[in-house]
């Protein structure tokens, strides 16, 4: 469809064609003899025409279901055999129009040498053809064919057709043949735009409303922090993946979606003027290198585009994959394709990632011979053509397209010219790889860390993302079995980023000048900040020195480096007393840190005992749910916390 908006180049056509209620009007007898046909065994084609057959319907009338009668034709949608059987109905089609290309048929451009006349998902269906009444004639000759035997009719009205560089007479008797709407690109097509030139924000307009929509519907309910980071991984960080995958999506359009996501988590929806605690690009780290694990639209973007690299590379067997390499490729080797000149958009922005990819893609050589010698990664000097120009190359005898097995000799030594060991004396430090006769070099992907592993579209996200070093209190913060809002809490915790007055004055500088608002609402003893307010205050010394007597925190002492030795030390324990320990410590924070804003903006006060017993209920409970491995391990714990079991197992509080 490429530059269909410019009316150049050979007379083409393309027909999206719409089919009436394609899967209820499917002919019955013509399935089966489809089935036949196609050489499924009888036994196996009654059983497939009993299940498609026996259907029956009811009506519902003012809201009651009324009688039952049995069905004639159609598929049931909702089958999960329905769409394999409504493929093979359409390979039918696909066959006709094959058999009308016999004769006098023109092909769409850069469609004739692999013969493409159609393309489709289901009842999703593209029809392509040179510009001419005589090859629109045929398609329209297997149509009716196709209709009269399987009872399948396209929909006029829902069809259209798009022209390029058809002369207007022309144009109106194609119409006539085919008396569908003439329509304009972008279409959509399979849920994303279908276009001839760039990708614009306003063709991804609805993927931005979408997301809109569903923040909009969670607004209205009270969400945690925590609750709010689940949806945000579960639901929106998916919703863009299906684009993600087909084009890259447009930095404006990313940086919209990522501001309603970055809305969502500090506002809990798209309005509100709460500053974010932690910066974007450390939310969207792994939660042990100190983020969130919100991962980067732009990095999954294209690791998810990388796969059409890695297809174009492994000549995967498909018919993109063929189209690329004799209409995009002619032979040339992928990377060196220049990125220049008059080519589709979509093509254009493959080719801009592989900078990216190049240094991961790495070829373990094994016969030799499929792997190119100057522009694959296949020892640590690649690419050889980055030091050694294609001059040189054609100068010393070679091709562009030499393999490694090429440049080897019967007695297992370089070809190099002796002149090159002068001009590139890195070439002598190069060992020479046994080649093994009749077997495959295989390409893999090379990790950061120089390892090899088979190509994964989570492991180019993982190399290409940004990196920072892993924090010693990840698994404090995040653990199996913690409580997720009190996880969420001492994340900002560990990152120093909950508002108390001295960070305030860091980032409203001049605003505070009260010396009231600097001092601790718990105690008013001394000035409000993260080592004061959970250890030193007197409040909260309180809390601790009683929790900790619940759990193996005797080592810790009231202060923030303390707390800092014994996470080093036991964070990644799994050990049921130390999974306890992070439990109080993630409550402690969390109910102090409650208390605090209680007092502050409700004036609301508690006792530093209902405090305690807030945090002892809410670890308790946490208990009951837990499996532990040794009975006596359980029962010592739950003497501890006084909780009960009754006689079918049931934990409860005592």
Known sequence: MHNYHLNRGPARCAFKIDIQKAYDTVNWSFLEDVLSRFGFHRTM???????VSTVSYSLCINGSL????????GLRQGDPMSPYLFTLIMEVLSLLLKRAASTSFKFHAHCAKEKIINVSFADDLFIFVHGDVVSVKKIKEALEIFTNISGLVPSPAKSTVFFCNVPHSIRQEILDVMPFQEGVLPVRYLGVPLISSRLLYKDCTILIERMEKKIVNWATKALSFAGRLQLINSVLSSMHIYWASVFI????????????????LWNAGLDGKTRAKVAWEAVCLPKTEGGLGIRSISDVNKSLMANHIWSILTNRDSIWVRWIQKYKLKGRNFW?????GSMTWGWRKILSIRHIIRPHIWSSIRSGIQTNVWSDMWCSLSPISAFISPRAIANAGFSLQSSVADVIDHNGHWKWPQAWLDLYPVLITLSVPNLVSGTVDRLEWKDLNGKLSDFQSAQVWNTIRSRENQVMWSNMVWFAQCIPRHSFHLWLLFRNKLKTQDR???????SLTNLNLMACPLCYADRESREHLFFRCSFADQVWNNVKTFGQ????????????????QNSSSKKADHVICKLLIAASSYYIWQERNNRIFKNQKRTVDQVIEVIKNSVRFRLMGFRFRLASTKKRIFKLWKIEENEDNVARPG
């Open 504 to 510: 305030l004055t860091v980032w409203e500088a001049g």
């Open 336 to 340: 060196e394709v220049p990125c220049r």
């Open 45 to 51: 084609v009654n059983w497939i025409m009993t299940c």
């Open 249 to 264: 999506i447009p930095a404006r359009v990313v940086k919209e979606l990522e501001k309603r996501i970055r809305r969502f």
């Open 553 to 568: 925190l005797g080592s810790v002492d009231n202060s923030w480096d303390s707390l800092l030795s014994w996470v080093d």
């Open 66 to 73: 009324h009688g039952y009668f049995r069905g004639k034709r």
